[in-house]
């Protein structure tokens, strides 16, 4: 979802966190967790690494410009569990039926 700094704060009456995604190299706003500062390295719930750029207060007055950017749910400051990957199953062989030729009988043409 694309919003701006101003509507998250209207809509969340919260503090909104401004980060960089490490990977994606875009801003992404999102919750700021308790204990946070400036700076310091935090992790979306794929374990992407994200760092927190500002905080754009929820008392402070709306900031002047309108940029909209992507906005994710939740932010973590420890890198998540790894999750479970799923076990491949060698694939089944499919066996044709294909009849075997007697050419035991072929009669030459010579």
């Not at 700076?39 to 750029?53: K, M």
């Not at 990957?85 to 043409?109: F, H, L, N, R």
């Amino acid at each position: 979802m694309l919003t701006t700094v101003n509507k998250l704060k209207e809509a969340t009456k919260e503090d909104v966190g401004i980060y960089h995604h490490v990977d994606a190299c875009v801003t992404l706003l999102g919750p700021v967790p308790e204990g946070i500062v400036i700076g310091q390295p935090a992790y979306a719930e794929d374990g992407s690494a994200l760092l927190l750029r500002g905080i754009a207060y929820a008392e402070a007055p709306s900031v002047e410009y309108e940029l909209k950017f992507k906005k994710i749910d939740t932010v973590l400051l420890e890198p998540p569990a790894p999750k479970k990957k799923a076990t491949k199953q060698p694939a089944k062989k499919v066996e044709e039926d294909i009849p075997e030729v007697d050419d035991t009988d072929v009669d030459s043409m010579t």
